[in-house]
């Protein structure tokens, strides 16, 4: 099974639910996919066996062999070509390439186009006694972090408890998380902003029709937001985790909840999620 858990934005606590979590179950498989600024490790505290260089498939184009005769221009849906038959230039926007190949496909002139590696990111191997670590960490400048994050899925064992720390927001990376996820826990932070967030998020679950639920950090007992915010919108509320200073000490210190009763919770909630109780 596979439990993803996501944010409408950042900072809303959704590292230390997933590595609380995954340290909970201990006999199961961590992974930060959140690649752009991946901090599990700090609470994980893994440790790493392997480190792959993960690279994708870049066109290079050879001017003196294109009949421009824009084959490949037609073919690219994401617009990342441009040939200008008049002036014999081929213009190539990197940062819009989805290494799809394509153009290659297309070509009708041998050795026009040639796919070549190039490097975007590293994936992290390891483990924390009985728990699998794996983690992504995109490289400065990479404007997509989708595949990274499809190629971190090949090193996910199978038939294991698989907890994914998923990137904030509502973009392509969560998409790509959450797509082939059985479970999806959203936290949240009781603030307008937070919630407002959290409703884009939700939008984008409820769309892939994944199962899902809420989680409120920094829960104080007087504010009530987050409760109406699901109330009204017929959404569950399956733990609030309470502002408290000495949360937030731990938090700093890189220490996970490790108490024994959030330690209960956490483990009474994947019991729950596992028997479709939620």
């Known amino acids: 099974m596979k439990i993803a858990v996501a ?37 994980i505290k893994p440790e790493i066996s392997k480190e792959i260089r993960f690279t994708v498939p870049i066109p290079e184009f050879y001017e003196d062999k294109c009949i421009f005769c824009r084959k490949c221009e037609q073919a690219c849906v994401y617009n990342a070509i441009s040939i200008i038959p008049q002036t ?101 932070e009781p603030t307008p902003f937070g919630l407002n967030d959290l409703e884009i998020a939700l939008g984008i679950v409820k769309e892939m029709k994944k199962p899902h639920a809420i989680i409120v950090n920094k829960h104080e007992s007087n504010n009530s937001l987050a409760r109406t915010f699901a109330k009204e919108r017929g959404e569950k509320i399956i733990m609030e985790i309470p502002f408290e200073r000495e949360i937030a000490e731990n938090y700093a210190k890189g220490i996970p909840l490790s108490n024994n009763e959030y330690k209960e919770q956490f483990l009474k909630l994947i019991d729950n999620i596992k028997e479709g109780k939620i």
């Open 7 to 43: 944010s409408g934005k950042g900072g809303t606590g959704k590292t230390i639910v997933s590595t609380s979590l995954a340290l909970a179950v201990s006999d199961a498989v961590y992974v930060d996919m959140d690649v752009e600024e991946p901090n599990g490790a700090i609470f």
């Open 88 to 188: 014999k230039k081929i213009l190539f926007f990197e940062e819009l390439c989805h290494n799809c190949g394509v153009c290659k496909y297309v070509c009708p002139v041998e050795q026009a186009i040639i796919e070549k590696p190039k490097s975007i990111g590293t994936i992290r191997i390891g483990e924390k006694a009985q728990l699998k670590f794996i983690d992504g960490i995109l490289d400065l400048g990479i404007a997509s972090a989708v595949p990274l994050l499809s190629g971190m899925k090949k090193y996910i064992p199978n038939g294991d408890m698989v907890i994914v720390d998923s990137p904030p927001g509502a973009s392509c990376p969560v998409v790509e998380v959450v797509k082939d996820s059985d479970f999806v826990l959203m936290v949240t």
